[in-house]
């Protein structure tokens, strides 16, 4: 037996001799700190370096991680049964006091632009059982605890006792039990990363990896052609069809639970970027106007977006997830196209000539960003909303965003939970620092009906009730178009012939997941 299964082993290190793995990223990077800014890019990279007690299978059922087990003690009692013999990269041993700090630490991370604390706000005790048996508390009956647990990356109280994010980015303090560790990070440019060969779970197939963070679409798809990385991920939509059809490479693609929407100020009084046609400011904000946010919503040809800008590339959508997931809402479909419609209400509303209005949205962020932006204004303009695009890098536009500073908003978010809790808590909820509800709010949307039957759905055991409560939470935020639903794109991966790697419902491209065929 032994003999047989040195076989395979001998064959694949021939394979892949050099066993090195350079893949393409499509989204910037703002950090290494794993608690700083709950960002797909960030999170995608800090899962290589450190884990979570809760993982995620690539359709969304979640798996033991540095947690063997869990179990409901009580009706506001989870238990965690930890993995025992993990080690730290630095070589020291994993224990519940490290899962206590980190959840500790991550409401306290300064200037954070989108904190974690929507999924940990409702731990209200930590109780270390023994060094590998965690208890976490609730205030009232929390059936998504483990979900949530997939969230929230396990740091070292050793390493990260008195560390800044700072100490993050240089390395210093990025020590986690991943299966990965930090080499170093050369921002705008590159990460590396080298395997972690003492890891809990499988080991890598490669021995060093380097992420090149290549938001232009041309240049990555030319740098895998060239051969200059061997996996991309967002695919542009225009290159597709022309790398599908490439012998030399594989295309992989799902259904994302990221929703593409726009964010509206629904909350101040005036709003910094709302004119009337000769680009003086309006004393009163549109936006409040449910009849405004109905006009702009009709205004907008989801299938045209889908078709035309993402080349069919996503599913246009009237709501927060795709068909087969939690929370999905059968009887909310995406607003039918409706121009004559919206000029209508436009006009019921006291803007018959309509106003002038920005769009802000990130040009490096999302597949495609800056063009839908663009076609969503002109669709706007055909009914009288003159909307200018503001577009830019990511870096700015979430730091600005997260100020209020926008009254308009080109916005994803992926459903880290995978399943309608994670945007409604995090978009549609008022919001309030202290529960971590509305964490992205940034249109401040508020509403007391929704925030009461999301409160009682997260307290709710019974599945079918709780996707009952969820869908009707859903209802009121998008029926009331707290934000304008857009699509759901797919998410695309290419890499070179001998790759493979299985496509993933929540973006992650996660080197360790790619295999040599």
């Not at 990221?258 to 910094?272: C, I, Q, S, V, W």
């Not at 700015?396 to 809790?421: D, I």
């Amino acid at each position: 037996m032994i003999r047989l299964a040195a076989v395979p082993l001998l064959v694949y290190s021939l394979a892949v001799p050099a066993a090195d793995l350079s893949i393409a990223l499509g989204g910037d990077v703002t950090s290494m700190d794993p608690h700083f800014h709950n960002l797909t890019p960030n999170n995608n990279i800090a899962a290589h370096v450190f884990d979570t007690l809760v993982m995620k299978e690539p359709g969304g059922r979640i798996k033991p991680g540095l947690a063997e087990s869990w179990r409901a003690v009580d009706e506001t009692t989870w238990e965690f049964r930890l993995r025992k013999g993990v080690r730290f990269h630095d070589g020291s041993i994993f224990t519940a006091a490290d899962v206590v700090f980190s959840l500790d630490r991550i409401p306290n991370v300064p200037n954070s632009p989108s904190p974690f604390t929507t999924y940990t706000k409702q731990v209200t005790e930590t109780i270390v059982v023994d060094p590998w048996t965690l208890r976490l508390k609730s205030a009232a009956p929390y059936p998504q605890m483990p979900t949530d647990m997939s969230t929230v990356m396990i740091v070292s109280s050793k390493a990260a006792a008195t560390a800044t994010t700072d100490d993050f980015n240089t390395g210093k303090a990025a020590v986690g039990t991943g299966p990965f560790k930090f080499v170093r990070w050369r921002k705008g440019d590159r990460i590396e990363l080298a395997r972690n060969d003492d890891y809990w779970g499988p080991v890598a197939p490669w021995e060093r990896v380097t992420f090149r963070i290549i938001t232009s679409d041309p240049t990555r798809v030319a740098s895998l052609l060239a051969g200059e990385v061997g996996a991309i991920e967002n695919v542009p939509t225009t290159d597709l069809a022309k790398l599908a059809s490439n012998k030399e490479l594989s295309i992989f693609r799902t259904v994302s639970v990221r929703l593409m929407y726009l964010h509206l100020d629904t909350a101040r009084e005036k709003t910094p970027f709302a004119t009337d046609k000769a680009g003086t400011p309006l004393a009163k904000n549109p936006l409040r106007d449910l009849r405004v946010r109905r006009a702009m919503s009709k205004a907008i040809n989801r299938q045209a977006l889908v078709e035309r800008v993402m080349e069919g590339a996503a599913v246009a959508t009237g709501q927060l997830m795709p068909a087969g997931f939690f929370g999905h809402t059968p009887a909310l479909k995406p607003e039918r196209y409706d121009p004559d419609g919206a000029k209508k209400l436009l006009a019921e509303a006291g803007y018959p000539d309509g106003f002038g209005l920005t769009l802000h949205a990130p040009n490096n962020r999302y597949v495609n960003d800056e063009q839908i932006a663009q076609a969503i204004a002109q669709m706007l303009a055909r009914v009288g909303i003159q909307t200018r695009v503001n577009a830019m890098p990511a870096s700015v536009y979430f730091s600005r965003g997260s100020k209020l500073e926008f009254s308009f908003m080109l916005v994803g978010w992926g459903a880290e939970t995978m399943e309608a809790s994670s945007p409604l808590k995090a978009l549609l909820a008022t919001f309030n620092k202290e529960k971590g509800m509305g964490a992205a709010n940034r249109g401040r949307y508020s509403n007391p009906k929704l925030d009461a039957v999301l409160e009682q759905a997260l307290a709710t055991v019974n599945d079918f009730n709780r996707e009952r409560l969820l869908r009707e939470a859903t209802e009121l935020g998008v029926g009331d178009l707290g934000i304008i639903p857009l699509y759901h794109q797919h998410n695309l991966w290419a890499a070179r012939r001998g790759i493979v790697y299985e496509a993933r419902a929540d973006e992650r491209t996660f080197a360790h997941e790619f295999r040599p065929r």
